[in-house]
């Protein structure tokens, strides 16, 4: 960018945001503290540069400190009230759809489609929000799906040898369980070729969403367009068999959305299926790698998990599958899943729109129109909330529990309908990870936080089969 540009923008910094603020007076708001950078891209820059380090945390640390724990700001093409305080998060997160409503960036709901979860509202969304916590609850996966999030993981981890990108491994696992769970589809090279067009997909959400502009966002539409084509032959299909009783009977979401009174229309379906398959691949795959990185740099707390993980498969016959029982009896790695899920913040907060003038604490006023984030990672690393709160130390939640302040998977009417699907598919994969395996980081690797939480290399380690290991 041309110098005496950069200079002018910078200079007109402050005069945009007296601007705004002059705007406030009039109306009578009293906006958060803060300041909106540049006109157009506001803090942006400094928001990618911070998150794409392993340290974040000063973008958000020197906020706080000159401005107090709700500030403005201007990220993303908007101003946006960033709120890093328990209470006001707790506020957005559960008046959502009364004062608060959902809004994602542009590229995102464009390739999402207008039928998915997370851009639904109103009274359909809590009918279809039920359904999938329902779907996803403890009693389905006991009943139903534990047996093959044991046996998927157990036939993805035996082929493992050597050198392996740990991120790479978990998203492929993530991704057959899910096609699994949504329409009974076993790994093959179908589901291995839809999920390459996918892949195309999700590297779109982080795109202008503009055709003309972005090659990845066009690549991205046509391969949303034959994910979506894919999906709506089999659920096709299926609508078919169900109407002629043909094959045995299914326990997957499809089933459940096809015998539901609405009478979704193909799309609509696809679109719902798109959206449950985006929500949970990278979240959980990330969650599956930073719990072995973690633990990897904390090998106390490898000790005790793998001490806690052998007694469960000490006592089980050999290949005999995890059950619920199992899952239940593993209180340290319960904890591992809990401080991994605080310190890597995969879903780092989210963005709400304010339906009204809302009153918060302070005496300020979020306006009407205006974009919030409410930042998890903020709560979950301030060190008033949590102690040493920088620090992976899964024994704190022996000591205690965190209250309500603890959100990695959000709260209220929109809270993740994956949060026990997630634990489930991390503790299974660790106990056979941790039983077969030992391992060593292939090479160092950095955490980075945009565009979504990661690692620079997708973690690459090299597995050894343990001599004394139970399965093979
Ligand atoms: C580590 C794993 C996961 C994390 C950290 C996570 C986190 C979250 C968070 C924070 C939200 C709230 C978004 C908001 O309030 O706007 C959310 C929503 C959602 N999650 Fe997850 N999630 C995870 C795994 C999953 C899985 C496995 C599924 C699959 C069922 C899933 C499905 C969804 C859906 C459909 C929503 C949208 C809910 C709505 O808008 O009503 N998530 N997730």
Redesign the pocket.
């Known amino acids: 960018m041309d110098a005496s540009l950069l200079l002018s923008l910078a200079l007109s910094a402050p005069l945009a945001t007296l601007l705004l603020l002059a705007v406030a007076r009039r109306f009578r708001w009293r906006l958060p503290p803060g300041s909106l950078g540049l006109p157009l891209i506001g803090e942006t820059l400094q928001l990618i540069t911070a998150y794409k380090t392993e340290n974040p945390e000063p973008f958000i640390d020197d906020r706080v400190r000159r401005h107090g724990p709700v500030f403005i700001t201007h990220v993303f093409g908007e101003p946006t009230v960033f709120s890093t305080d328990p209470e006001v998060n707790r506020l957005i997160?559960q008046n959502?759809g009364k004062l608060f409503e959902?809004s994602y960036p542009g590229s995102i709901s464009n390739l999402l489609g207008p039928r998915?979860?997370?851009?639904?509202k109103g009274e359909l969304?809590k009918r279809?929000?039920s359904l999938?916590m329902n779907f996803?609850g403890s009693a389905t996966i006991r009943r139903h799906f534990l047996l093959h999030i044991d046996r998927l993981i157990r036939l993805n981890l035996g082929s493992w040898s050597g050198r392996v990108l740990l991120m790479e491994e978990a998203k492929k696992i993530?991704f057959e369980l899910?096609m699994k769970?949504l329409m009974s589809i076993d790994p093959g090279e179908w589901t291995e070729s839809l999920r390459k067009e996918y892949l195309l997909v999700i590297e779109g959400f982080f795109t202008v969403p503009i055709t003309l502009v972005s090659a990845t966002y066009r690549r991205a539409i046509r391969a949303r367009t034959k994910v979506a084509e894919a999906l709506a032959v089999i659920v096709r299909q299926r609508r078919r068999e169900r109407e002629e009783e043909k094959g045995a009977p299914k326990s997957d979401m499809l089933a459940t959305l096809l015998v539901r009174d609405e009478r979704f229309s193909d799309e609509e379906i696809v679109d719902f299926l798109v959206?449950?398959l985006v929500?949970?691949y990278e979240?959980?795959s990330?969650?599956m790698t930073l719990a072995v990185k973690f633990l990897t740099e904390t090998p106390l707390a490898l000790a005790q998990l793998k001490e806690e993980q052998e007694e469960i498969s000490a006592k089980k016959d050999l290949l005999e599958g995890l059950e619920w029982i199992d899952y239940k009896s593993m209180p340290f790695t319960q904890c591992v899943v809990n401080e991994t899920?605080r310190v890597a913040n995969?879903?780092s907060g989210?963005?709400?729109r304010a339906m009204t003038d809302i009153p918060i604490k302070g005496g300020y006023v979020i306006p009407k129109g205006w974009k919030v984030f409410a930042s998890?990672r903020a709560v979950h690393l301030n060190p008033e909330n949590f102690k040493d709160a920088r620090k992976f130390d899964p024994w704190r939640w022996q000591k205690s529990s965190s209250g309500n302040i603890y959100?990695?998977?959000?709260?209220?009417?929109?809270?993740?309908?994956?949060?026990e699907?997630?634990r489930v598919?991390?503790s299974v994969f660790l106990n056979r990870l941790v039983t077969r395996f030992s391992w060593v980081p292939a090479e160092e690797d950095k955490l980075v936080f945009f565009p979504t939480t990661g690692t620079q290399k997708r973690y690459p380690i090299f597995v050894k089969q343990r001599e004394d290991s139970a399965w093979k």
């Open positions: 997160l959502e959902v998915s979860l997370l851009l639904m969304h279809m929000h999938t996803n993530t899910t769970q959206a449950l929500a949970g979240t959980t990330t969650l899920l995969i879903v989210v963005f709400r998890f959100t990695p998977f959000g709260g209220g009417p929109r809270l993740c309908p994956g949060y699907l997630a598919i991390l």
